[in-house]
Structures are given as C-alpha cells and as structure tokens.
Nanobody, 133 residues
Framework: QVQPVESGGGSVQAGGSLRLSCASS????????MGWFRQAPGKEREGVAT????????HYADSVKGRFTISQDNAKNTVYLQMDSLKPEDTAMYYC??????????????????????????WGQGTQVTVSS
C-alpha cells in the first residue's frame, strides 16, 4: 500500500516556475517506478515524466523536455517535478503515480521511459497548475 500526495501547484505567469512535490506514505520500498501525469479539461491524461527509482533514471515527454526535471529524495520518500519556463499550455491538473509492478522495469529494456497509466497502481489526488499569459 502506497499513498502519494501531491503539493506545490498554483497559479503563475508564463515563464515562471513551480516545483511540485509527491510525498508517499506506506510501503514505499516496494515502488519500482514513479511518474507525473497531467490532464487538462477535455483532454486525455498525458504522461509528463518518469523516474526509475532504483537507478534514478529519468525520462520526459517531448512537450516538457528541457523545461521540467523529475527527481527523488529517497530519504524523504518524495519525488519532485521542477517546472521552469512554464507556458499556458502547461495548465492542467498534475498527478503523481507509483507502481509496485515489475512491468515498468521490463518495459525499460525496450521502451525506456514508457510506462502507461495502466502500469501504475497508486495515484495521488492531483494538484492544479495554472499558467497565465
């Protein structure tokens, strides 16, 4: 059992920065992979960033590459998403997800960074990010 909780969302102007945090409680040592997703009204859930916990390997969607950084602090059981150079199109509800499933590790061998939503079994409630122009 793992319960991720997101925080750090808010409203900023274009070009600004935010840092999202995902603090997890429970049996966090069993987590293999974690990721950030976002969903805007009327849009499908979009994968933003992925981190493989053991190896600290990170991957990003093309839309955020170079602007967002995912990182972890294992001592605090926390994963972060540093968001710089924010754009209005980044406006969405951001969700943190975690998985015990080894499937994400197997996928890494052929498609690094690709972890579909179905592979995650624990989700946070989300934190809103709004970027104004």
């Amino acid at each position: 059992q793992v319960q991720p909780v997101e925080s750090g969302g808010g409203s900023v102007q274009a070009g600004g920065s935010l840092r999202l945090s995902c603090a997890s409680s429970g049996y966090t040592s069993a987590v293999n992979c974690m990721g950030w997703f976002r969903q805007a009204p009327g849009k499908e859930r979009e994968g933003v960033a992925t981190i493989y916990i053991a190896g600290d390997e990170t991957h990003y969607a093309d839309s955020v590459k170079g602007r967002f950084t995912i990182s972890q602090d294992n001592a605090k059981n926390t994963v972060y998403l540093q968001m710089d150079s924010l754009k209005p199109e980044d406006t969405a509800m951001y969700y943190c997800a975690a998985t015990f499933y080894p499937t994400c590790i197997q996928r890494r061998l052929t498609t690094p960074g690709y972890i579909p939503p179905a592979d995650y079994n624990y989700w946070g409630q989300g934190t809103q990010v709004t970027v104004s122009s």
